[in-house]
């Protein structure tokens, strides 16, 4: 149920549901917060969200930095990076790449720059075409 109100651009239902959910003393699988969390425009419901679901990977980050990235929120993509590697949790190709598109979107190209050059240094990862498209 939230995916579809999420996919059917009704956010506010999305979250009453997942909320419900919540309340009701289950507690909703990735998937379920992973379609909630694109759809949060405003940076406090998804905090919120990302925050009860209680376990965090890279699965759930990404997904985080990829509803940054849709409202142009690169600075709060960078600081869930930040507290990401707070966590110890590696990024991978897919992350990097959201994160990238954050930081374009939001006009963060030093930063977008800073954490191209990253891949190889910090993270031992062969910069791809892909990579090299995402910076452009």
Do not use: W
Not at 120 to 128: A, F, G, I, L, S
């Amino acid at each position: 149920m939230v995916r579809i109100y999420a996919e059917s651009c009704c956010p506010d239902e999305a979250i009453d549901v997942f909320r419900e959910i919540q309340a009701r003393g289950m507690r909703p699988d990735t998937v379920t917060v992973m379609s909630l969390l694109p759809v949060c425009s405003h940076l406090k419901n998804a905090y919120s969200v990302f925050h009860s679901d209680g376990h965090r990977d890279l699965v759930m980050f990404t997904a985080v930095v990829a509803g940054c990235a849709v409202h142009g929120m690169g600075k709060e993509a960078l600081m869930i990076y930040s507290l990401m590697m707070d966590l110890g949790i590696k990024p991978d190709h897919v992350f990097i790449a959201t994160l990238l598109t954050a930081c374009c979107h939001a006009g963060l190209i030093q930063y977008g720059l800073q954490i191209f050059d990253s891949i190889r240094t910090v993270y031992c990862m062969k910069p791809t075409m892909e990579r090299y498209r995402d910076k452009s």
